[in-house]
């Protein structure tokens, strides 16, 4: 998610978290529309949002629907676990080298992380105050 795309621009990670992952997406079922790539992950895997730099939500994933062709300039969307949308105070990227200390800095990039280490990321992370 980038602060420069229609939506989310001028927005604090707070607000985002609070429109769009404990307002929007458990509203749309769980459904995340997305603009270019989808991902190539089975169903269970647990998927980590970032903006500004930060990691800010996780979900669980259903599935990932791709479209034969764009709808509404979308590709496709990712359906998600509304009963596992998590939000929590943002982890940036010196937080994340603590638990996969490989990772690649933050951006329009997809990792796929080892895991048996989420169980040390998850007792790092601190529940937003709603």
């Not at 604090?12 to 404990?22: E, H, K, L, N």
């Not at 991902?39 to 979900?59: C, D, E, K, N, Y």
């Not at 629907?65 to 009963?83: C, I, M, Q």
């Not at 998590?86 to 990792?111: C, N, S, Y």
Request: proline share 5%; with cysteine; hydrophobic share 40%.
């Amino acid at each position: 998610m980038s602060d420069k795309i229609r939506g989310f621009r001028g927005k604090s990670i707070a607000q985002v978290q609070a429109d769009c992952f404990r307002r929007d997406l458990p509203k749309a079922g769980g459904v995340f529309s997305y603009r270019s790539a989808g991902l190539h992950s089975p169903a269970g895997t647990v998927v980590l949002f970032q903006f500004r730099a930060r990691i800010i939500a996780s979900a669980v994933l259903l599935r990932d629907e791709k479209f034969t062709s764009p709808r509404a300039g979308r590709r496709g969307r990712l359906h998600l676990d509304v009963g596992s949308i998590r939000t929590f105070e943002p982890l940036d990227l010196a937080g994340m080298r603590q638990i996969w200390p490989g990772i690649r800095p933050f951006g329009h990039v997809k990792q796929v992380l080892n895991p048996t280490l989420y169980g040390k990321f998850r007792r790092r992370l601190k529940q937003r105050r709603q």
